[in-house]
């Protein structure tokens, strides 16, 4: 069965440092996310991407974050400058891209550490 | 503000009773609910949807209800087991375009021996 899959699982680094999550969706997929979620929280949204471009974002998603489709197959989520709480599980899934029913589909997950 | 949320935190029940897990939600734009069961350390892993034009859905050992009227869904687990223990999530979409989930706050669904 295909599934989205994410490196690293565990990411630990020192705050203002730059990281890069990486995600592969499910292949034939048309959008792309990136969830997060703070130890004991909900589940946040961030980011949708379609067609190479971002189609929405959230509040969240300020100028310290980027996302890029590098080539066909990765979905990648940039952090700039990594601050304390940007801690938390970061989640990437991925949908077919159907009008009402878009089943998203998320993948294991990245544990990022800020030190 | 719009959100989606839960009663109750946490859920106890013995093996092979019937489990609900409620979720009340507050958009009435929202369009499409998710339910989404979360392993420690794994990401949300779906279970069931529905549209709003249902009230109701049936799965394998799992039923999810809409109640529009109250704003509220359920998820019915049948015949519990252990690897159902899980924290489970309602989810809805708002508005047509927009794709965002918004998640509620968990259930924690603890299965007796």
């Known amino acids: 069965e295909p599934e989205v899959t994410q490196t690293p699982s565990h990411q630990v680094t020192q705050m203002g440092q730059e990281v890069i999550l990486r995600c592969v969706p499910i292949s034939n997929h048309l959008y792309f996310y990136w969830y997060r979620q703070i130890l004991g929280q909900k589940v946040e949204f961030l980011v949708s991407?379609?067609?190479?471009?971002?189609?929405?974002k959230s509040e969240i998603f300020d100028d310290q974050f980027s996302v890029e489709r590098p080539d066909g197959s990765n979905f990648t989520l940039k952090i700039r400058s990594t601050k304390l709480e940007d801690s938390a599980m970061y989640f990437c899934?991925?949908?077919?891209?159907?009008?009402?029913?878009?089943?998203?589909?998320f993948g294991p997950g990245t544990r990022l550490t800020v030190l | 503000g719009e959100s989606v949320g839960l009663h109750l935190p946490t859920l106890s029940v013995q093996e092979g009773d019937n489990s609900i897990i409620n979720c009340a939600y507050s958009?009435?734009?929202?369009?499409?609910f998710i339910w989404y069961k979360q392993e420690s350390g794994k990401g949300p892993q779906f279970i069931i949807d529905i549209r709003s034009n249902m009230d109701k859905r049936q799965g394998q050992r799992v039923t999810v209800l809409l109640n529009k009227t109250v704003k509220h869904l359920s998820l019915q687990i049948a015949a519990t087991q252990p690897g159902d223990s899980a924290v489970y999530f309602c989810?809805?979409?708002?508005?047509?375009?927009?794709?965002?989930?918004?998640f509620g706050s968990g259930t924690r669904l603890q299965v007796q021996p």
């Open positions: 991407f379609y067609n190479n471009e971002i189609s929405e």
């Open positions: 899934a991925s949908s077919g891209g159907g009008h009402y029913t878009d089943t998203q589909y």
């Open positions: 989810a809805e979409k708002s508005g047509t375009g927009r794709r965002a989930l918004t």
């Open positions: 958009n009435s734009a929202s369009d499409y």
